[in-house]
């Protein structure tokens, strides 16, 4: 079957990510595994209809017309916009980096940890995430707290996929994991140490479920060299519970 117009746009808008947010025809063209005739012609569409914008030096990048669609998500419109005095008061009370993220599972093998929201200050140790990044559910604080939220059968098929590390101190074997999963649960918050960056401790919490939102966690990363894990967990905590109510009351509205 041919593919189709829309899927060959899509393959080239994902061509774009962290590391190369502006790139040549010829790049897309690699990148999407499509003609450069192809890609040429996409593109003038793409660029007529505010989806991709040119830059400098024969470059594109995603268009604006593109981010203030993505602007009418219900995470940025609904999650977001209601997260974010809750995040603040999170980063006050520890002024260190504030995450906000919701579980992306297609399927359990698929499933990532994308980012709904982000505060940082200027003394908050450096993190990898980043907001519409995505990262590990298993080397993240976020990710550990949302996979405290799953049923056995779903953490069944999660499990057997590899766990590919991102550090040394990542958590690869499947029942150590499980072990980490079950100590979530327990005591309600979840905690990384060097799992996805060396150095740095993650601490976070699972919200409950909010109707027409994905499960939702919020979580605070910091240097590893503190007693943070008593400090922060009940700050956290508390903040995923008054999140939690805080979407619950806008969705009654």
Same mark, same amino acid.
Request: proline share 6%.
């Given at each position: 079957?041919?593919?189709?117009?829309?899927?060959?746009?899509?393959?080239?808008?994902?061509?774009?990510?962290?590391?190369?947010?502006?790139?040549?025809?010829?790049? @897309?063209?690699?990148?999407?595994?499509?003609?450069?005739?192809?890609?040429?012609?996409? !593109?003038?569409?793409?660029?007529?209809?505010?989806?991709?914008?040119?830059?400098?030096?024969?470059?594109?990048?995603?268009?604006?017309?593109?981010?203030?669609?993505?602007?009418?998500?219900?995470?940025? @419109?609904?999650?977001?916009?209601?997260?974010?005095?809750?995040?603040?008061?999170?980063?006050?009370? +520890?002024?260190?980096?504030?995450?906000?993220?919701?579980?992306?599972?297609? +399927?359990?093998?698929?499933?990532?940890?994308?980012?709904?929201?982000? !505060?940082?200050?200027?003394?908050?140790?450096?993190?990898?995430?980043?907001?519409?990044?995505?990262?590990?559910?298993?080397? +993240?604080?976020?990710?550990?707290?949302?996979?405290?939220?799953?049923?056995?059968?779903?953490?069944?098929?999660?499990?057997?996929?590899?766990?590919?590390?991102?550090?040394?101190?990542?958590?690869?074997?499947?029942?150590?994991?499980?072990?980490?999963?079950?100590?979530?649960?327990?005591?309600?918050?979840?905690?990384?140490?060097?799992?996805?960056?060396?150095?740095?401790?993650?601490?976070?919490?699972?919200?409950?479920?909010?109707?027409?939102?994905?499960? !939702?966690? !919020?979580?605070?990363?910091?240097?590893?060299?503190?007693?943070?894990?008593?400090?922060?967990?009940?700050?956290?905590?508390?903040?995923?519970?008054?999140?939690?109510?805080?979407?619950?009351?806008?969705?009654?509205?």
């Amino acid at each position: 079957m041919a593919e189709g117009m829309l899927s060959r746009a899509m393959r080239v808008l994902a061509a774009f990510d962290e590391d190369a947010p502006e790139l040549t025809a010829a790049q @897309l063209a690699d990148r999407s595994g499509l003609p450069l005739s192809t890609v040429h012609r996409l !593109i003038g569409q793409l660029v007529s209809e505010g989806l991709l914008g040119r830059t400098d030096g024969y470059r594109y990048a995603i268009g604006a017309r593109l981010w203030e669609m993505g602007e009418l998500s219900p995470y940025a @419109l609904r999650l977001r916009e209601t997260a974010l005095p809750h995040m603040v008061r999170l980063y006050e009370a +520890t002024g260190e980096n504030v995450h906000l993220a919701v579980l992306d599972a297609p +399927t359990p093998t698929t499933a990532t940890v994308l980012f709904a929201g982000r !505060i940082t200050g200027r003394a908050s140790v450096p993190t990898l995430g980043r907001m519409g990044g995505r990262h590990p559910m298993h080397t +993240t604080g976020v990710g550990k707290a949302l996979l405290a939220t799953r049923d056995e059968a779903w953490l069944d098929a999660f499990l057997a996929a590899p766990l590919v590390p991102e550090t040394t101190l990542s958590v690869t074997d499947p029942a150590a994991l499980r072990a980490d999963i079950a100590t979530a649960k327990a005591r309600g918050y979840a905690v990384t140490h060097g799992e996805m960056t060396l150095g740095n401790v993650s601490v976070a919490a699972a919200l409950g479920l909010v109707t027409g939102l994905p499960p !939702i966690a !919020i979580g605070v990363v910091a240097h590893a060299d503190e007693p943070l894990e008593r400090r922060l967990a009940p700050l956290v905590v508390q903040a995923a519970k008054e999140l939690t109510r805080a979407l619950r009351q806008s969705d009654s509205h």
